[in-house]
């Protein structure tokens, strides 16, 4: 079963980048559908982006469509969340997911494998 590791958040000021990585496990990575997903404690887990096995076709949450672009290197194992024009309320903990369903969308439950998280802090 894969394992996902995220990384890349930190602190960054309003309008600023931030670029989240999730390294995943194993030598089957080109077959798994990636999400984003971020989610503030005590609330539920909101998606962010998704993007299928081959890359050629992506989703994004209209909060953060035109703003941030998720990518994948299947040769590196990675998926990728590159985050500009930043807003405050985009400060919570990010998420990476892998399934192995292809009719995956923008539902928690159509995932299977998850990360720990990385924190991204957007300060005004």
């Known amino acids: 079963q894969v394992q996902l590791a995220e990384s890349g958040g930190g602190l960054v000021q309003a309008g600023g980048s931030l670029r989240l990585s999730c390294a995943a496990s194993g030598r089957t990575f080109s077959t798994y559908h990636m999400g984003w997903f971020r989610q503030a404690p005590g609330k539920e887990r909101e998606f962010v982006a998704a993007i299928n096995w081959s890359g050629g076709r992506t989703d994004y949450a209209d909060s953060v469509k035109g703003r941030f672009t998720i990518s994948r290197d299947n040769a590196k194992n990675t998926v990728y969340l590159q985050m500009n024009s930043l807003r405050p309320e985009d400060t919570t903990v990010y998420f990476c997911?892998?399934?192995?369903?292809?009719?995956?969308?923008?539902?928690?439950?159509?995932?299977?494998?998850w990360g720990q998280g990385t924190q991204v802090t957007v300060s005004s």
């Open positions: 997911a892998a399934t192995t369903n292809a009719g995956a969308g923008r539902y928690p439950t159509d995932y299977d494998y």
